[in-house]
């Protein structure tokens, strides 16, 4: 495989760091204490840094598919499918037929435009494992623009088998509002804010799926929720004004498109 370029190039597996001393009652920096910090980051939506602290997760225990699978989505949240589908297939190089890696990578390649390639890899993850929460949301995902009705499914069982049934719910509901399906996307992500106040990320969805919606004064107070919970991130405060360009021409189109359907 080609050897990755550009700004994730850096993403490569180290050698386990040896253990660092903590002063007083500090936390031990180890794998564990990565991956809180970038599930944390993630919650936050700030999925540069949540990247940055699941691949140092993986530094530090390189046997960990769980933060290569984090690290993956991380990479799609940040609009890189194709760095998603590279880093993928250098994990299913050290995990082979790992059906968590296959079912992100299945993501990573329907978002590249390869529809057919994504669905035979999401076929192989489903025979490899029927009890993975990512499986089930990259098949959703597969399905949601023909079937909604399968998709529902699809979702019910990744929550089923999830073992963070709130990140899941967040995760279903992200990949509603990426498909448009602004309905299906206010209804997890109401769930989500419920079930993980904290989460600016969680609110700015919520408003967005709202808004797209209609509902004027309910994507007001979440996307202010989600300013309030994230003071520096300006993405919540240009959504919550939604006089910046980008975010007004976004606006207006999602109304049109509502509305003409």
């Known amino acids: 495989m080609d050897k990755p370029q550009g700004r994730f190039s850096s993403l490569e597996i180290k050698a386990p760091s040896p253990g660092r001393p903590q002063a007083g009652g500090a936390p031990r920096r180890d794998a564990a204490y990565y991956m809180d910090m970038g599930y944390r980051a993630e919650l936050a939506g700030d999925h540069e ?35 998603a589908d590279l880093w993928a297939d250098r994990a299913l190089a050290a995990f082979p037929g790992q059906p968590d890696l296959m079912a992100v990578k299945s993501l990573a390649l329907m978002r590249c435009g390869l529809i057919a390639e994504a669905g035979e890899q999401n ?47 967040l995760r279903i509901g992200d990949l509603c509002l990426f498909h448009h399906k602004y309905a299906d996307a206010e209804a997890y992500l109401r769930e989500a804010t419920l079930a993980l106040p904290e989460s600016a990320w969680a609110w700015y969805g919520y408003g967005l799926a709202q808004r797209a919606l209609g509902r004027d004064e309910a994507a007001k107070a979440a996307l202010a929720k989600a300013a309030q919970l994230a003071p520096n991130d300006s993405r919540y405060h240009a959504a919550l004004s939604g006089n910046v360009g980008g975010i007004g021409r976004l606006w207006r189109w999602l109304k049109q498109k509502i509305f003409s359907e």
């Open 49 to 83: 840094t949540a990247l940055n602290q699941y691949s140092t997760a993986l530094s530090e225990n390189p046997l960990s598919v769980e933060a290569w699978v984090a690290q993956l989505w991380m990479l799609l949240y940040l609009k890189e499918p194709f760095e």
């Open 123 to 169: 076929d192989a993850a489903l025979a490899g494992s029927r009890d993975s929460a990512n499986i089930w949301l990259a098949r959703g995902s597969l399905q949601i623009a023909v079937d909604r009705q399968a998709a529902s499914a699809c979702f019910k069982h990744a929550l089923a088998a999830s073992a963070d049934r709130r990140q899941t719910q």
